[in-house]
């Protein structure tokens, strides 16, 4: 139950009265935008998790997360740290490897049908 929503905030500077374009739509919910909200079985985090290890994870670009209310009041949400992903046997990282990609196949086709 519940999803998590991952939002975008800029920095306070950019945020200016005059609405530029590049601010749209960051105006109600305190200078926060909806990038996407992931429902249950969708993992959060999934770029940053791998990027990370590469060393090549921009933090400006990253977005929040954030448990949404619009699908259920609470959510719940598992942890893997890059220390028990390295524990797992081979043919389990395999399989939520093959679950990561589908994953990310759909987001990506979502956003597709959105722009």
Do not use: C
């Not at 306070?12 to 109600?28: D, H, R």
């Amino acid at each position: 139950r519940g999803a998590v929503a991952m939002l975008d905030q800029p920095p306070e500077e950019a945020l200016v009265p005059n609405y530029a374009a590049e601010v749209k739509g960051f105006t109600g919910r305190g200078g926060k935008r909806l990038r996407t909200r992931l429902t249950p079985g969708h993992v959060a985090g999934k770029v940053e998790f791998f990027l990370n290890k590469l060393g090549s994870v921009d933090k400006a670009a990253l977005p929040i997360h954030q448990v949404s209310s619009r699908i259920s009041g609470y959510a719940e949400i598992w942890k893997l740290t890059r220390e028990k992903w390295d524990q797992l046997p081979k043919d389990f990282k395999a399989d939520m490897i093959e679950m990561l990609i589908g994953n990310l196949a759909d987001e990506k086709q979502h956003s597709y049908l959105i722009e």
